[in-house]
């Protein structure tokens, strides 16, 4: 299957009162867990970060994303919702920002993470522990497998559209500097733990953990950690089956 992962970060700023270093620790964290066999088993090439990029890099990119069959779009960083316009804004380098709509794709088969804040602006202002833990299943896990059951799974759903975003309308999200964004560190932690806590026998059986159900498990904690401060939400079908966020074989 040709597919391709895409990270956009902006901590902000280097020094700056609202840099967030816990960005980066998003970035490292997303990618190890896209090139681990439960995570899909994501080739070098097929997994790109864009730090503070300019928006017109990531218009051409998301333009050639059309001749792939399965895209994911993760961004971590600044943002807000802009009320005059209705939707969510990422702020990208110095000056440049981007509408959250303009990564969406008008066909095919796709995946959006955006762990930002979304406070309300009614005019548009100017590590994890996961790779231990998959070294411990590592015995029971065939990188090859999981990969083939990934795709397989992918190509079984509709061409739809899932967007999951770490706060709802109004709230922000919170960071970290030790482990990076509170909803990043839920969603991988807790497929970590699914995954770790799996008790199959790969050679006759296989586990799949959509990424709808990834994103609730990660809200719930969210929730807990933050209360009503953040409140993560999904954009989905409303029939299954969903995409494939982690994966055993």
Request: charged share 20%; net charge neutral.
């Amino acid at each position: 299957m040709n597919r391709r992962a895409i990270i956009i970060s902006n901590p902000g700023e280097p020094g700056a009162e609202n840099f967030c270093e816990g960005v980066n620790k998003d970035v490292t964290s997303y990618t190890r867990f896209l090139k681990t066999p439960v995570g899909g088993l994501w080739f070098d090439a097929e997994v790109i970060h864009y730090a503070r990029p300019s928006a017109a890099e990531i218009l051409g990119a998301v333009a050639d994303l059309a001749r792939v069959e399965y895209s994911v779009i993760i961004f971590s960083g600044h943002g807000f919702y802009s009320t005059t316009r209705l939707t969510t804004v990422l702020e990208l380098r110095g000056g440049q920002q981007i509408d959250a709509n303009a990564l969406r794709l008008r066909s095919g088969r796709q995946s959006l993470i955006l762990d930002c804040c979304r406070e309300k602006h009614p005019e548009l202002p100017r590590e994890i522990s996961f790779g231990m833990r998959v070294l411990k299943a590592a015995a029971r896990i065939n990188p090859e497998n999981c990969r083939r059951l990934y795709d397989q799974r992918i190509l079984e759903c509709p061409q739809e559209l899932v967007a999951l975003y770490a706060c709802g309308v109004g709230q922000t999200a919170a960071d970290m500097s030790d482990t990076g964004g509170v909803y990043s560190h839920n969603l991988l932690t807790g497929a970590s733990e699914w995954a770790e806590n799996l008790n199959i026998n790969t050679s006759v059986n296989h586990s799949i953990l959509s990424i709808a159900t990834a994103h609730e498990n990660a809200a719930a904690r969210v929730r807990h950690v933050r209360g009503d401060r953040q409140t993560p939400t999904i954009e989905k079908p409303r029939s299954e089956p969903y995409y494939p966020f982690c994966v055993v074989a």
